[in-house]
């Protein structure tokens, strides 16, 4: 793996093919398996992820989520840059996307999938908050709605 200050590798022809081929191996990873309920479930046997995607890559997570950040990005000129960092960004947009849906589906570890997602910037939701809704100068009937 690559260290810290890892300028871009690739084209971004190259990058589009090695991102591409990415995906088709996360896709081609899918079986079909039947749970003991006997309900058929698809499941990814090497789901997409940030790292992952790094690995297949040949760098470390740091490098990748610099690149997404624009930075190591200096051999390339103002119209590869932009499309770097698109593609960049759209295959991480795909990886959230399918965490989440798999989360939400029950397909991923709710412990896993919810420490995935911090690397995404969601953050666990405060259960203990309550909101309450005082209605001040309403009558008896919105005061009853409020029960």
Same mark, same amino acid.
């Given at each position: 793996m690559k260290g810290r200050n890892t300028p871009m590798l690739y084209t971004p022809e190259e990058l589009e093919r090695r991102i591409a081929e990415y995906f088709e191996l996360c896709?081609?990873?899918k079986k079909e398996l039947e749970l003991k309920s006997g309900d058929i479930v698809t499941r990814y046997?090497?789901?997409?992820?940030?790292v992952g995607l790094a690995c297949h890559l040949g760098v470390s997570r740091q490098a990748l989520y610099?690149?997404?950040?624009?930075?190591? /990005? +200096?051999?390339?000129d103002g119209e590869a840059k932009t499309r770097v960092l698109d593609m960049l960004s759209r295959a991480r947009d795909r990886i959230e996307t399918i965490t989440i849906e798999r989360s939400m589906t029950g397909d991923y570890n709710p412990k896993i999938a919810a420490m995935v997602l911090t690397n995404f910037g969601y953050t666990k939701a405060d259960e203990d908050k309550?909101?309450?809704?005082? /209605? +001040?100068g309403a009558g008896a009937d919105a005061q009853s709605w409020s029960k």
């Open positions: 896709e081609a990873s046997m090497k789901p997409p992820s940030m610099m690149w997404l950040d624009g930075e190591y /990005l +200096e051999r390339l309550a909101v309450v809704i005082k /209605l +001040e």
